[in-house]
């Protein structure tokens, strides 16, 4: 995914936040259908999925190889549409909204970290963790600010000026993080945010995520792996499309 799929959208008057009633989830979904034409076969990823998210939540989407997990993280992302349903952010229908208001909420609503970090290499990671808020219009003074502050969250405060061949998997995956945050937004999406890690980091980005929770952010996990599920409040697993199971972990 590279890195203008994620903040697309030029110099915008920020989104507003989107006025809805006290008992409205951040995330609604209501039969989400999605459907990829590849030739003569048409490939049913998605089948009729109902979810809702509070605020606040943190939640792990499992399931197998092509179960879906991945499609229903682009529709939450706005990185992609569904065939049919209905998906609501903030109490908003995002069907409704034009491609620029639908980049706008990628850039300020949404922060995404991904398993391959998607940082830029000749870019310090000051200006890494900066980008969202250089498409969003912030001036450069508060953009710097911003950014220095959202890598002081996750440990990097002392290493802004380096570029992301001089640091290791974790500490790029860490700076992904401040670059998800900066913009403050309402969700934060994570695609296997601990597949390229070894254990022992691994563990360090779970705990950083651990804590962004207990601050009151909403995040959203796509893994494989049981054990990270199991440290979300949430699990809803994934087969053939299909929401095949949705518990509370505590």
């Known amino acids: 995914m590279s890195e203008a799929a994620l903040v697309t959208a030029p110099a915008v008057e920020r989104v507003a936040a989107v006025p ?7 995330i609604r979904m209501e039969g989400v259908t999605k459907i990829y034409d590849a030739g003569e076969i048409a490939v049913h990823a998605l089948r009729g999925i109902t979810l809702e998210i509070e605020s606040g939540q943190m939640v792990a989407v499992i399931g197998p190889s092509g179960s879906g997990k991945s499609t229903l ?15 609501r952010l903030e109490g908003k229908d995002v069907d409704d909204l034009s491609a620029f208001q639908v980049a706008a909420i990628r850039n300020q609503k949404i922060g995404f970290v991904f398993q391959t970090f998607n940082l830029l290499p000749k870019a310090s990671l000051l200006r890494n963790v900066e980008l969202p808020l250089l498409y969003a219009g912030i001036g450069g ?27 290791s998997g974790g500490q790029r995956q860490r700076a992904a993080i401040a670059r998800a945050l900066v913009n403050e937004p309402s969700l934060v999406l994570a695609d296997e945010p601990t597949g390229n890690l070894d254990t022992k980091t691994g563990l360090e980005i779970l705990e950083i995520f651990d804590r962004l929770h207990a601050r009151g952010e909403t995040i959203v996990i796509v893994t494989h792996d049981p054990a990270i599920a199991e440290r979300c409040g949430r699990v809803v697993q994934i087969v053939d499309g299909r929401i095949e199971d949705d518990r509370l972990t505590r």
């Open 20 to 26: 809805t009633a006290a008992e409205a989830p951040l």
């Open 73 to 87: 993280m682009h529709i939450l992302g706005c990185l992609d549409a569904p065939s049919a349903g209905t998906y």
């Open 141 to 167: 003074s508060e953009r710097k600010e911003l950014a220095r502050a959202a890598l002081d969250r996750v440990g990097l405060g002392d290493r802004a000026r380096h570029r992301p061949a001089e640091l």
